[in-house]
């Protein structure tokens, strides 16, 4: 009998923490990142500053310990610190190792001459969760926080009929949790500051 009830109360427990993990989007940096840092993370950001010119297959970086590759159908075009994919329409994958409890960034739609302009644009997670809106500028951000699985790729498409548009990105900016170890560092630190006291 115990062990039927234990075995009830772990299956019951799965199904709660599944069904209360969710995926939450944002429209504003400043509130993304205020939840971000209310996690226990901090903000780091890519700015895509190193990337100029034509790239054809993939792109790939490193930032505060999230190695990530961007891949396109469209190859890549890169100026003053954007990513945009090279062929109208086309739409760029982003994958993340390790996978990430947040990411964002400043996500927009661009013409020929890396101009922003007004456009559909759709972010979708690993998991399917999706956002979908209008972009008018390059300040516009998309951003998300997971509460279940981490997200371990995010697809953008940039469109707007009878328009040769091209999915651009400014800015990614991940939520980067200090490792145990790095966590257990600072905690010894504390304890040898105050015992020297």
Known sequence: MKSSILVSALFCGAITSSLSAAIVSYTDLGLWSEDVVASGASVATETFNNYHGFYAGSITGSTGGIDWTATSPGNFACDEGLVTTNNSNSPITFTFNPGVKSVGGNIFATDWYFEAITARIKVTLTDGSAYVGYSKSAADFIGFISTGASIASMTLVASKPNTDVYATIDNMYFGVV????????????????????
Do not use: M, Y
């Open 178 to 197: 200090p490792s145990p170890g790095a966590v257990a560092l600072i905690g010894l630190a504390g304890f040898v500051s105050r015992r020297r006291r």
